[in-house]
């Protein structure tokens, strides 16, 4: 079974720049790879945030194309853990792994000061209240679009399940959970509970067809159907609701937002190779990838560039 972004992955790569169809997602796959849209017949900004991790491909965007491969150069060695010299899909994959988990790890860290008021080290479900809906607490009669109320008990629910000693404080360990729930394990129940939530509108416990293509479109004054509709209705009687009751139960939404047969990084790994490995031995030399280098990495000649030169571990 092919999954969206591999078909968008597959359909661009034989159409070049077709324009995908508008529609929500709501598959999680743990935390992207980037958030940017893989259509490389327009650029390779999505395989440079997925080999890079987003915040390196920002710095690589603006270096000088000599500077830029010269780094890429350094990264290749450490991809090549056995040290033959060839680059092989399981050592890209592990790379690309390492960039999500990297993203993951700087994410926590950036918030973990705002939330962390008291500076112990651990953010309680106080703090973290305080911090995220402080000015509502103290003005709870204020008329806003969003139902403050109602936010603030799933997050309160959500922490409970991410902090597992039931202290009502979380660690660093605890508060990742929380805030990255789909890379944990015990936290699949409450993300497929609160998705659930979001799109069971008549709140039988289950997700019914018309509930599914409903939460898919987002705008909501649409005269006719858009072209998408009729193959995500045909992906929900054929996959989705497996049991064929017409509707999808707990696990069968579990299965189609952390579907667990579908690696994206597996999968950007092998759109790398595919892209590179000139002599198709599916394996990639040094030199291979340093003429693609403009798929892995971006740059661009700016004077910006240059001031960022001798920074980190460059
Ligand atoms: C949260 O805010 C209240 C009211 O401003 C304050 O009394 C309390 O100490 C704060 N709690 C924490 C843990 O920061
Ligand atoms: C806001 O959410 C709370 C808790 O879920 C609910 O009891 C309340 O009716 C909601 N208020 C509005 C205005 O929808
Ligand atoms: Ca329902
Ligand atoms: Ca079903």
Redesign the pocket.
Known sequence: MIRPLLMCFVLCVVFGSSKPTERKSRVHDEEPLSHLEHDDGKNYDYDHEAFLGQEEAKTFDNLPPQESKRRLGIIVDKIDSNKDGLITEDELKVWIKNAQKRHIFNSVEHQWKDFDTNNDGRISWEEYKNVTYGSYLDDPDTNTEY?Y??MM?RDERRFRVADRNGDLIADKEEFTAFLHPEEHEHMKDIVVQETMEDIDKNGDGFIDLKEYIGDMYTSEDVEEDPEWVASERQQFSEFRDKNKDGKMDKEETLDWILPSDYDHAEAEAKHLVHESDVNKDGKLTKQEILDKYDVFVGSQVTDFGEALLRHDEF
């Open positions: 139902n109320t109602h008990s």
